[in-house]
């Protein structure tokens, strides 16, 4: 069964920085778009990062020029490296990806099951 495992969350002070990863297993052939996504208490989930096979990135503005979205296409993995962080960061942040399963090549919606990332002032 195709599933993606993240890790990383935690509590960091305000111009911290973590990392998060996220790593797909059971069947993956190939992923055509890695993301992340946040949900604040109280708030709707939103993008936070894109990443294509083709290497396009899209960020939400709030994060542009503190976050970096970066994959590891052997181990069907990725990471968002989060610098400067801000208590309106604080979030738990869902990884997803749009994979092609061995053997079918259907495609998929993959969800992580969330890390949470508390950011203190």
């Known amino acids: 069964q195709m599933q993606l495992v993240e890790s990383g969350g935690g509590l960091v002070q305000a111009g911290g920085s973590l990392r998060l990863s996220c790593a797909g297993s059971?069947?993956?052939?190939?992923?055509?778009?890695w993301s992340w996504y946040r949900q604040a208490p109280g708030k709707q989930r939103e993008l936070v990062a894109t990443l294509t096979a083709g290497d396009d990135t899209n960020y939400a503005d709030s994060v542009k020029g503190r976050f970096a979205i970066s994959r590891d296409n052997a181990a069907n993995a990725q990471s968002l490296y989060m610098n400067n962080l801000k208590p309106e960061d604080t979030a738990v942040y869902y990884c997803s990806a749009n994979v092609i399963k061995s053997g079918s090549l259907k495609i998929y919606d993959l969800w992580g099951q969330g890390t949470r990332v508390t950011v203190s002032s």
């Open positions: 059971g069947g993956i052939f190939s992923i055509n778009r």
